[in-house]
């Protein structure tokens, strides 16, 4: 037999198990007595005591005879228990948190299951970044599992990643523990285009997605704005049955949920679709199994102030859901595209994670029991759960000489130039475009703070080639200084834009020195900065609390020391990185035409 | 990578699917244009064109762009395309029909999928039979894949089947091609009688469903009228997630989907039980997505005079169920439960297993198609389909000396003894218990059949230890004769019933003579018989019609000839086999007190 103790444990689990239920001298752990079943399954609330013992239910209805002398029985009356609660989509890497603090600010809200797609580490790092996170599954008390990307970076023509992740790389990763899949099939987004213009790597999404499927793994799909033949071909590109987060209209979603595809409702700190999606359901009457809630980006202040996925829950009822349709879409729909057929419900044999809920339709988490034990009450962790350090593999990810000002120094003839110029959209990851007449001193382009037209950059800082795309941006409205991170989607190279080279220079050789991270820069001087040790992504030295603070001082620091305009500028920024998001970005490879495929030159 | 050939093969097929959704130069090799589109997935009713290649589903919608100058467009305006549907719980052994004969008869109604559990085989014959079935799985055009018993015979202590089959065959088994799981799990039926006689049962019940589960494999349970802890206990026996096809009425129906437990609604040709359990959809309006239809039992003239999913959904829809939803029952919902990801929907990237709806409803399948081949035109298979012969190696299952009269007899002292007698109930496994004063001859007990007391025998036929048990039964009303029959639920030894022993040990005989079948005598010679030379059980040498009109012949011998007033004497006689089923039943080991789990002798 395989995984002989494995198979024997479990054996004797289940025997525990039925001679609780069936000796008349055995009894319940712990029965949750007088509360309001939330059933997911028939989509009732109906008054069941709810038995347990070790980390499974028992029984979920009357468990009068599971009571003992010992058996702690806890008074839940005017209390709903739902089952815990699923994150299908998520990157922690958003969050700058490890997973270990991003759990200890999740699991009070009641979500004990999260799915993670590491493609930042993973483009910064590759397997060892993302076998690095896995491993850290392993040390957190609530149930997380990885997602991989089958590819990095998303577009090899025209950025540099870290390490480059193909078809080659799956038997290691999916071989994995902890690691159950592909992630977000990115380098499929834009069928048409790869399509025409890359088709090589089809090939090789193809050759990951059927092994995947081989293994019975999952294939998550990112299909933003794909309809008809581009949505079939997508989702025969990851192997048939498929998801995905990045649907923002009525129409997609309902071609979607009609395709097949589980449609992710995202409604994260940044992008909020869910409230769109959701009209195919409350307008349409479509049927909702496949669909589920899900965040994709949550910064760690939204985890402290808002909550989690019973936030997102309660945002979904007031859009007129009915309360246990809402919770079906966090719990037993998710549950059944993951095939995570040990929870989802609150049924006998299942995994004891419960959430006990004192409003449902605020959604109010009082307390929360990972497989059988109080793991939160009143938003507090109650689990031991000790900081969680990385190892140095991870870190010292930034290789890259300082830079001088010459280094990012657009050059041109005469007295003037046209410039290329990213327009920034605030809360998009879309952009515009502009050219505009820029005054040439010495040979080198002007930025034209004034009129808010700053220089950007982006500096390759693996290692690899060292290259720097350039290009003039708007809709920053800095007046003075510069700031840079090792945060930019999805390659993360070093993003630094700013009014003058000078600082921008040495807001990047900050960023290099502390092996990645944020800083802010003014007149030569570093302001305020963040280290991220960890693949120039996340810090491993900071809890949620201390994150949320230096990420409002930055913040604070950009809009008050240099007069910025625009809010979330590192959020902003990092986003400019983004190559599969058109209309201009910028990578380590030049300013890139994103709809044609194409590197421009930022002068006309 | 694992299976490189097979991941190979499948990367090239997504492949070529993009191809001839984005090149311009592609087409679908077939439309079905013009119909109504059955969306399971979202519950809906719409026009919209399906687009063809290979054996896969391109597009479902505008499919326009796929039509070439070699596409066929198939108009099916007025039309409705369902998936094909899927029978999740039969046996083929109750048709007698080998796989390819049921096939040929259930094809044509519209039924692509069939998951079927061989464990009357498994108990005649053990492994070697069920991978002899397994083997006919690839040579039939549908998807026919097997469940296998984790335990035969079901009661060890109280019969003897063919062979033993426990947790040490699961691996093999578990591996084998076209076996996908454990099958409706007997052995732990009757969870506190288990519980309390032969707990070394469910020990080794979790060993072996441990081991499916940490393969992925389904367990299908069997909680026949279990309710609470007795309930729990034996979905937790079965690893949690399970299926029952026993529930008889509402309430049953209620508390299982409220545990989790996937409704196999039963509707065959025996038992009908859908009509109760829907109940808990339509007057309570449950979540309908872990209820299933099934039909557990066809015979041979319901496959050709009724048809069979279909007519299933027929008479779903018939108590009050909508249409979509109806068929989701028998399609997506079924397809969910055992991780058939790749059909349940018509969607891109799904097998094109289409059913072509004249009347939605009657459910008058017009025409069938299996991987985008016409299979089946009003009720006529299209394809080729040669008859399948078994191998030698799971024939001559029958291993006993004839039997002579003495063998059969029943002995007593003195002029007068009390005979225990089943009584038979018509259309009912359940049997009731009577005890009688007959008259002794001789020494010999005397069958009474003046009162419709028959002699009832059952005979070891494996070779292993040659036993014979006796009782008296009730209900037949035979005149004359006997008859006798190879099929004997679980076990299926040779169950005989007759006024008069030697008649009785002519039957026996002749079926032996016979290598396994049915006989029916009077006056010591065979008036009818069918051979089933397969395990004792199923014929390769007959199809559909000729079994139906084999049998119906039978049927007619007994009523005709012998005097026999039960229809379906066959059936009912095999049930009276049953260990599991109260009160009295009969196997090689004697008169079964099947509530208190013990052997009775023949006479008080």
Redesign the interface.
């Known amino acids: ?3 002989n103790v ?3 444990k ?2 004797i689990e ?2 525990q ?2 001679d609780t ?3 008349e001298d055995r009894f319940a752990d712990l029965v949750l007595s007088g509360g309001q079943l939330i ?1 997911t ?4 609330i109906y008054p069941a005591d709810v038995a347990i013992k070790g980390k ?1 239910i ?5 468990a009068s ?2 009571i003992g002398p010992d058996t702690l029985v806890v008074d839940v009356t005017g209390r709903y228990l739902s089952p815990g609660f699923v994150d299908s989509h998520m990157h922690f890497e958003s969050s700058m948190l490890t997973i270990t603090e991003f759990s200890r600010l999740s699991i009070p809200s009641g979500t004990t299951t999260l799915v993670a797609d590491p493609h930042e580490i993973g483009n910064a790092l590759g397997p060892v970044g993302m076998k690095a996170m896995a491993d850290e599954c392993a040390h957190v008390p609530n149930h997380v599992q990885l997602v991989v990307p089958a590819l990095t970076p998303d577009c090899p023509n025209l950025e540099t990643a870290g390490v480059d992740v193909t078809s080659k790389d ?2 290691d990763l999916l071989g994995y523990p902890n690691i159950i899949g592909i992630g977000e099939l990115q380098g499929f987004s834009n ?2 285009h790869v ?1 025409r213009n890359t088709p090589e790597i ?2 090789d999404l ?2 990951s ?3 995947a ?4 793994d999952t294939v998550d799909g990112n299909a933003p704005d794909l309809y ?6 997508h ?3 990851t ?3 498929t998801s995905c987060h990045e649907t923002t209209s009525k129409a997609e979603c ?2 979607k ?4 595809v589980y449609v992710f409702m995202r409604e994260g700190s940044t992008q909020k679709n869910m409230a769109e999606c959701i009209r195919a359901v409350t307008e349409e009457g ?2 909702s ?2 669909c589920i809630l899900a965040t994709d980006d949550m910064v760690a202040a939204d985890l402290e102030n808002l909550g989690h996925m019973n936030e997102i829950i309660r945002r979904t009822i007031r859009q007129g859901v009915d309360p246990v349709e809402a919770i079906q879409m966090a719990t037993l729909n998710p549950c ?1 595209y993951w ?1 995570f ?2 929870r989802g ?1 609150i ?4 995994l004891a994670d419960i959430a006990v809920i004192s409003d449902l339709q605020e959604m109010t988490v009082e307390a929360v029991f990972l497989e059988g034990k109080l793991a939160a009450a009143n938003g507090k962790l109650l689990l031991d759960l000790p900081a969680y350090t990385y190892p140095e593999s991870v870190k010292h990810s930034v290789h890259h000489a300082p830079l001088t000002e010459a280094d990012l120094q657009i050059r041109a003839e005469g007295q003037q130039a046209t410039g290329r110029c990213i327009v920034a959209i605030p809360d998009q990851n879309l952009t515009e475009c502009e050219e505009l007449p820029l005054r040439v001193q010495g040979g080198v382009v002007q930025a034209d703070p004034a009129n808010d037209v700053l220089y950007i950059a982006c500096v390759e800082r693996y290692g690899r080639t060292g290259g720097i795309g350039k290009a003039f941006v708007r809709g920053f409205g800095l007046k003075q200084g510069a700031f840079a991170e090792s945060i930019a989607h999805d390659t993360h190279n070093i993003l630094v834009t700013g009014t003058n080279l000078r600082d921008m220079a040495a807001a990047v050789n900050r960023v290099i020195e502390l092996g990645g991270g944020i800083a802010v820069v003014q007149g030569g001087r570093v302001l305020e900065e963040l280290a991220l040790p960890v693949g120039g992504l996340i810090t491993d030295e900071l809890g949620g609390s201390e994150v949320s603070a230096k990420i409002d001082s930055l913040e604070r620091t950009v809009t008050d020391k240099l007069g910025g305009t625009l809010h979330a500028p590192f959020m902003h920024l990092s986003f400019l990185g983004l190559s599969t998001s058109p209309k201009w970005k910028i990578t380590d490879k030049g300013l890139i035409d994103v709809n044609n495929f194409q590197i421009l030159d930022p002068i006309v």
């Open positions: 037999m395989q995984n494995t198979v024997l479990q054996a289940y025997r198990l039925i239920l069936m000796a059933n399954l028939t989509r009732e499974y028992l029984m979920a209805g009357d005879s599971l799956m038997p069928a048409r399509y089809i090939t193809v050759a997605t059927a092994y499927r081989s293994l019975g008809g033949c581009d949505l079939a071909a989702i025969i590109a192997g048939g049955r309902v071609e949920l009609r395709y097949g479509m049927d199994r496949n059944t095939g057929h040990d419900a049924a006998p044999g299942r």
